[in-house]
């Protein structure tokens, strides 16, 4: 019997060994070979926000576009969650309010100085029209019952025990060259920082941003800019700091 036993437990090592070495295998296939990780890989300061006036053969009318010093960032109004994102986001800049509108995160208990865009770990590899995602989660603070109904309205939630209203527009878009010999004027009373983040990996072939020029020519009947009355409220602006 002891030859048997013998057998019996080499076969059992070698069983949970082929196990283990399938596991491995199967995990690596899901993570990918190296360490992904998120890393900023650009930043820009936004100036303006415009919107498409026409319907073109690239981009569709009403598409959002966030004008930075290096680059546009275009949120189409494609899908029917951009566009309804979009047409809320307008009403949030246009509209006057009484107090300023400050960037938080999903829950709307952290302040952050910045807009953050999120970036697909090819896209920051090999360069494209760029896609990316961005959460824009706004907190605004209010006593006014009207700017209560106002806010209700557009789908924002009062955070618990908190005189705070809180949205979330959770949009994607393509980032593009600023057309510099188009650079508008800016727009806005402050300018609202924006880093751009992507998933990396330890890899040495790894490039920087590739942007590509706008897919439409400008026009004055083309891009229109948006009047925004809204104030963002930005405590530490990047560009004291870089």
């Given at each position: 019997?002891?030859?048997?036993?013998?057998?019996?437990?080499?076969?059992?090592?070698t069983f949970?060994?082929?196990?283990?070495?399938?596991s491995?295998?199967?995990?690596?296939?899901?993570?990918?070979?190296?360490?992904?990780?998120h890393k900023?890989?650009?930043?820009?300061?936004?100036?303006?926000?415009?919107?498409i006036a026409k319907?073109?053969?690239?981009?569709?009318?009403?598409?959002l576009?966030?004008?930075?010093?290096?680059?546009?960032?275009?949120?189409?109004?494609?899908?029917?969650?951009?566009?309804?994102?979009?047409?809320?986001?307008?009403?949030?800049?246009?509209?006057?309010?009484?107090?300023?509108?400050?960037?938080?995160?999903?829950?709307?208990?952290?302040?952050?100085?910045?807009?953050?865009?999120?970036?697909?770990?090819?896209?920051?590899?090999?360069?494209?029209?760029?896609?990316?995602?961005?959460?824009?989660?706004?907190?605004?603070?209010?006593?006014?019952?009207?700017?209560?109904?106002r806010?209700?309205?557009?789908?924002?939630?009062?955070?618990?025990?908190?005189?705070?209203?809180?949205?979330?527009?959770?949009?994607?878009?393509?980032?593009?060259?600023?057309?510099?010999?188009?650079i508008?004027q800016?727009?806005?009373?402050?300018?609202?920082?924006?880093?751009?983040?992507?998933?990396?990996?330890?890899?040495?072939?790894?490039?920087?941003?590739?942007?590509?020029?706008?897919?439409?020519?400008?026009?004055?009947?083309?891009?229109?800019?948006?009047?925004?009355m809204?104030?963002?409220?930005?405590?530490?602006?990047?560009?004291?700091?870089?």
């Amino acid at each position: 019997t002891h030859p048997m036993r013998k057998k019996l437990l080499m076969l059992t090592t070698t069983f949970m060994a082929t196990l283990l070495l399938t596991s491995c295998m199967i995990t690596s296939a899901l993570i990918g070979e190296g360490k992904q990780y998120h890393k900023e890989i650009g930043n820009d300061e936004l100036i303006a926000f415009a919107e498409i006036a026409k319907e073109l053969p690239t981009i569709q009318k009403g598409s959002l576009i966030m004008q930075g010093k290096k680059y546009w960032f275009i949120i189409r109004s494609v899908p029917k969650s951009n566009q309804e994102n979009i047409e809320i986001l307008h009403k949030v800049l246009t509209e006057p309010w009484k107090e300023q509108f400050q960037f938080t995160d999903e829950s709307g208990l952290i302040t952050k100085d910045y807009l953050e865009l999120q970036l697909p770990y090819n896209v920051a590899r090999v360069g494209s029209d760029s896609p990316f995602e961005i959460s824009l989660c706004l907190r605004y603070y209010t006593v006014s019952d009207n700017e209560k109904t106002r806010l209700k309205e557009m789908g924002f939630t009062v955070l618990p025990d908190s005189k705070a209203w809180h949205r979330c527009f959770e949009m994607d878009g393509g980032l593009y060259k600023s057309p510099q010999e188009n650079i508008p004027q800016q727009q806005l009373r402050r300018v609202l920082p924006v880093k751009i983040i992507a998933e990396l990996t330890e890899d040495p072939k790894m490039t920087p941003i590739k942007a590509v020029a706008l897919p439409f020519a400008m026009a004055a009947d083309v891009v229109i800019t948006i009047p925004v009355m809204t104030v963002f409220l930005i405590t530490h602006p990047m560009s004291t700091r870089w």
